[in-house]
């Protein structure tokens, strides 16, 4: 069930773009992402819903694809403030409320 | 502002031993959750609940125990402790009801280390 996560690290130049991808196998009822930097506790980015709807957050959007089961993040002019892992999280709904994260991409921007 | 609180932060046990991870929030949220991380691994469920009286086991519950006797408390108790489960332990709570999750509030962490 854990979702599958590509690609597992990525290096960036600041003001460069990149996409993270996240599969699963099983239907998704929502897709979550966070970002965890080194030390710290992972910090929510954003939720979609079934439905394929696309969300943004400043210069960091997602989309999720119903019929591919898949959700993609995609970071925009990259700033170094961006480095950290990705994860993102399965919620297969029904009467569960359990998350359930995949691997984790981890990101560095360089200047 | 506390949100998710965890304790102890870090934590030094021998084999066989036993522990409980307290965790508690001031949110009011039905959904709590223990998660694990080692290095690479990402987050591991190991138990969760979605409201006071309710658990259910995640991914890795083995060598885990935990209980949900109010809304705010959720403790991860340790049996027999084992190198394996030397790990870093999140506990995160969420305002999900009736399968829909929503956004994960973490504590920062306890860093367990099993000898």
């Known amino acids: 069930q854990q979702p599958v996560q590509s690609p597992q690290a990525v290096i960036l130049r600041e003001g460069e773009d990149a996409v993270i991808n996240c599969s699963s196998s099983?239907?998704?009822?929502?897709v979550h992402w966070y970002r965890q930097k080194h030390g710290e506790a992972p910090v929510f980015l954003m939720i979609l819903l079934k439905g394929g709807e696309q969300k943004g957050h400043d210069k960091i959007s997602a989309s999720f694809n119903e019929k591919k089961q898949q959700s993609s993040l995609y970071l925009t002019a990259s700033q170094l403030s961006y480095s950290g892992t990705y994860f993102c999280g399965a919620n297969y709904g029904g009467s569960q409320g359990n998350l359930i994260f995949g691997k984790g991409t981890k990101l560095s921007v360089k200047p | 502002n506390a949100g998710v609180t965890q304790t102890p932060k870090f934590r030094i046990l021998k084999i066989g031993q036993s522990m409980t991870l307290q965790c508690t929030q001031d949110m009011n949220h039905n959904y709590m959750y223990w998660y694990r991380q080692d290095p690479g691994m990402g987050l591991k469920l190991i138990y969760y609940?979605?409201?006071?009286?309710?658990?259910d086991k995640g991914e890795v519950p083995n060598g885990y125990n935990v209980s949900r006797s109010t809304t705010e408390d959720f403790p991860l108790r340790l049996e027999l402790a084992a190198p394996s489960q030397t790990s870093v332990y999140f506990c995160?709570?969420?305002?999900?009801?009736?399968?829909?999750?929503?956004?994960?509030?973490f504590g920062e962490g306890s860093r367990l280390t099993v000898l």
């Open positions: 609940s979605v409201g006071a009286g309710i658990t």
């Open positions: 099983k239907a998704l009822y929502s």
């Open positions: 995160a709570s969420s305002p999900g009801t009736g399968g829909y999750t929503g956004e994960l509030f």
